[in-house]
């Protein structure tokens, strides 16, 4: 089982930017998968973008897209979500992902969670 701590939530204008990590423990992180999900109020959590074990492809959605980069670090154990140009339509708990594959497509179970954390676009 990984434990996933997800950092770097917090308040920003629209237009801003912020940058999310997550940290992995409990695992051989480099071997796996892993994404990013987001939940707004009154709304199901959604896909918001994967990234392979080697950190060589990723995937995102529409509403992210040219916005939105994740990268990886295999010799740290985290993942990052930079976010730019952000939106108050982004306003939401963002949550790290963690697979069992090394390829995960948006439908791909998730492995493991991590507790979230809040990120707030003001306009």
């Known amino acids: 089982q990984v434990q996933l701590v997800e950092s770097g939530g917090g308040l920003v204008q629209a237009g801003g930017s912020l940058r999310l990590s997550c940290a992995a423990s409990g695992r051989t992180f480099s071997n796996y998968a892993m994404g990013w999900f987001r939940q707004a109020p009154g709304k199901e959590r959604e896909f918001v973008g994967t990234?392979?074990?080697?950190?060589?492809?990723?995937y995102y959605a529409d509403p992210v897209k040219g916005r939105f980069t994740i990268s990886r670090d295999n010799a740290k154990n985290t993942v990052n979500l930079q976010m730019n140009s952000l939106k108050p339509e982004d306003t939401a708990v963002y949550y790290c992902?963690?697979?069992?594959?090394?390829?995960?497509?948006?439908?791909?179970?998730?492995?493991?969670w991590g507790q979230g954390t809040q990120v707030t676009v003001s306009s």
């Open positions: 990234i392979s074990w080697s950190g060589g492809s990723t």
């Open positions: 992902a963690a697979y069992s594959v090394r390829y995960a497509s948006p439908t791909q179970q998730v492995a493991s």
